[in-house]
């Protein structure tokens, strides 16, 4: 399977406060980036669709001005959580993909985010 | 609202049995189809891909895909302490543009 890395693995702040995680595909480009973030004992709920140089497609219910998408690149993309509330605690995960992978995604290795 | 439905489990399965997992799916014009696997406070791991009808075997997996009754499965052959995670059925919508996740089966296996 595909290496994908994320950063940080877990991050603790306080309320109020934007935290920003990395994704990097390491061996693969990945043309479009997921994201997800899953709640305790509940399934992925897809957060965001983006695709390289352009604007990232939110799902309903997502606000697209609090989590902040980039994909500036073909092997990074970062969501950032603005103004972070205790709400905003999950398990945020990435899954990229390349073109012609008939959407097989790999995930991250996902971030922990604590917001106290 | 196109849906991915999976029993939550917990299913029990002694040692060295097989173990069924079963999976359903609303949109007739899906055409992939994924197993992921799951272990606590990680994140979920592809296992298996299936895009047509009919088996598919890697190891002991083996996947099922029914597209006329809307239904794919997972068996694991052989069951091993270390298969105990929860199980997420994927499938991808009729658009490609993106997969849908079934909320998961908690498989536990038993010494």
């Known amino acids: 399977g595909a290496v994908v890395s994320q950063h940080p693995s877990r991050v603790i702040c306080k309320s109020g406060t934007s935290v920003k995680i990395e994704c990097r595909s390491l061996?693969?480009?990945?043309?479009?980036m997921f994201w997800y973030r899953q709640f305790p004992k509940k399934s992925l709920m897809l957060m965001a669709t983006?695709?390289?140089?352009?604007?990232?497609?939110?799902e309903q219910g997502v606000e697209k001005d609090k989590f902040l998408i980039n994909h500036a690149s073909l092997t990074l993309s970062t969501l950032t959580v603005t103004s972070a509330h205790p709400e905003d605690s999950s398990f945020y995960i990435c899954?990229?993909?390349?073109?012609?992978?008939?959407?097989?995604?790999?995930f991250g290795p996902g971030t922990r985010l604590t917001v106290l | 609202q196109k849906e991915v439905e999976q029993n939550s489990g917990p299913l029990s399965v002694p040692e060295g049995a097989i173990a069924s997992l079963n999976c359903t799916y609303s949109d007739r014009g899906s055409q992939s189809f994924f197993w992921y696997r799951q272990y606590s406070g990680k994140s979920p791991e592809l296992i298996m891909s299936?895009?047509?009808?009919g088996d598919k075997e890697d190891g002991r997996f083996t996947a099922q895909l029914n597209k006329a009754s809307q239904y794919v499965s997972l068996l694991i052959r052989d069951s091993q302490p270390s298969d105990s995670a929860t199980y997420l059925c994927?499938?991808?919508?009729?658009?490609?543009?993106?997969?849908?996740f079934g909320s998961g089966t908690r498989l536990s296996i038993r010494p």
């Open positions: 983006s695709n390289e140089g352009s604007k990232a497609t939110y």
């Open positions: 899954a990229p993909i390349s073109l012609g992978s008939y959407n097989e995604q790999f």
């Open positions: 061996d693969f480009q990945a043309t479009t």
């Open positions: 299936i895009y047509s009808n």
């Open positions: 994927a499938v991808g919508d009729s658009s490609a543009s993106k997969i849908i």
